[in-house]
């Protein structure tokens, strides 16, 4: 072969050698092309899950501190029969159920303790006041056979509620209610008595009649 078909044999290997490297022979550049444009796995995460957006918030639950926020509106009505007592009246002025317990304390003018309560008008139940509802308590404010002594006028009242453990007496926080009482004043003696807590007023009216047996 001469010098010049050698010079063309090498030239043309050359260039076959060149072809086989652009279309991909032997070098894997298209696959390393390839994994580099393949999308990368996302690592799974660590943390919790997101949780959902809060829901709505039930209806407040009145807790033992405060029923219903001071949404019990207490008044005292005056009573002709029997004679010799009064109907404390909380009624429920929000649109949940509110809860009493116990026996309300009754403080009237500058007295330091509470009026002493008809025991065995005592109920072991809270009371759940619905919406509008009532819960009543009747106040033996003289005695009927006179043993409570001459008696005074008094022109205010305050009353808190019980806290739901009755063993500790305790009341609830907060600012007492002050009723207005009828005609401006109650006439009490050294007798004067509070019943429980209870759901209707002829209930609480049986423990101040002629059959009551108030506290001694």
Avoid at 54 to 60: F, G, L, N, R, T
Avoid at 116 to 131: G, H, W
Avoid at 158 to 183: E, H, I, M, N, W
């Amino acid at each position: 072969m001469t010098s010049r078909n050698l010079r063309i044999a090498a030239a043309l290997a050359a260039v076959a050698a060149l072809t086989l490297t652009a279309c991909g022979g032997g070098g894997g550049g298209t696959k390393e092309k390839a994994d580099k444009a393949a999308p990368t796995a996302a690592a799974p995460s660590s943390g919790a899950p997101t949780s959902p957006a809060s829901a709505p918030a039930e209806p407040v639950v009145p807790t033992p501190e405060n029923p219903c926020d001071g949404a019990l509106k207490v008044e005292v009505r005056a009573a002709t029969s029997p004679a010799g007592h009064a109907l404390l009246v909380a009624t429920n002025t929000s649109d949940k159920i509110c809860f009493v317990d116990g026996f309300p304390y009754l403080r009237f003018d500058q007295d330091q303790a509470t009026v002493a309560p008809v025991e065995e008008s005592a109920t072991q139940d809270r009371i759940a006041v619905r919406p509008g509802k009532a819960a009543y308590a009747a106040v033996l404010t003289t005695a009927a056979d006179g043993s409570g002594g001459k008696g005074r006028d008094v022109t205010r009242l305050s009353v808190t509620f019980q806290a739901p453990d009755r063993r500790k007496l305790d009341p609830l926080p907060g600012a007492p209610a002050r009723p207005a009482l009828p005609g401006g004043k109650l006439h009490v003696d050294d007798k004067v008595r509070t019943t429980y807590w209870m759901y209707d007023e002829a209930g609480a009216q049986e423990w101040v009649g002629p059959a009551a047996k108030p506290a001694m």
